[in-house]
């Protein structure tokens, strides 16, 4: 970090200053973090298999706008 300022501190609970797209961040905290990609729809829904819980809270694979690659996430039926 070069150029450190003092009084940064102030924008740290800032969110990032850009709309994020639900579909491939998540909401952590005061941030948004990128989601988990997968390079394939069966990459994706193989890791969704080993997770019941998320089945059960109706998460699914779906294919991403912006990365264009597979998320496992709640999808809105
Ligand atoms: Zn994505």
Request: proline share 5%.
């Given at each position: 970090?070069?150029?450190?300022?003092?009084?940064?501190?102030?924008?740290?609970?800032?969110?990032?200053?850009?709309?994020?797209?639900?579909?491939?961040?998540?909401?952590?905290?005061?941030?948004?973090?990128?989601?988990?990609?997968?390079?394939?729809?069966?990459?994706?829904?193989?890791f969704?298999?080993?997770?019941?819980?998320?089945?059960?809270?109706?998460?699914?694979?779906?294919?991403c706008?912006?990365?264009?690659?597979?998320?496992?996430?709640?999808?809105?039926?």
């Amino acid at each position: 970090m070069m150029s450190k300022r003092k009084g940064d501190h102030r924008y740290h609970n800032k969110v990032p200053p850009f709309t994020p797209d639900p579909e491939h961040y998540t909401r952590k905290q005061h941030t948004w973090k990128a989601k988990v990609a997968y390079e394939t729809e069966d990459a994706a829904g193989e890791f969704l298999n080993q997770r019941a819980e998320l089945k059960a809270m109706g998460y699914g694979v779906y294919q991403c706008k912006t990365c264009q690659k597979w998320h496992v996430g709640r999808v809105k039926s």
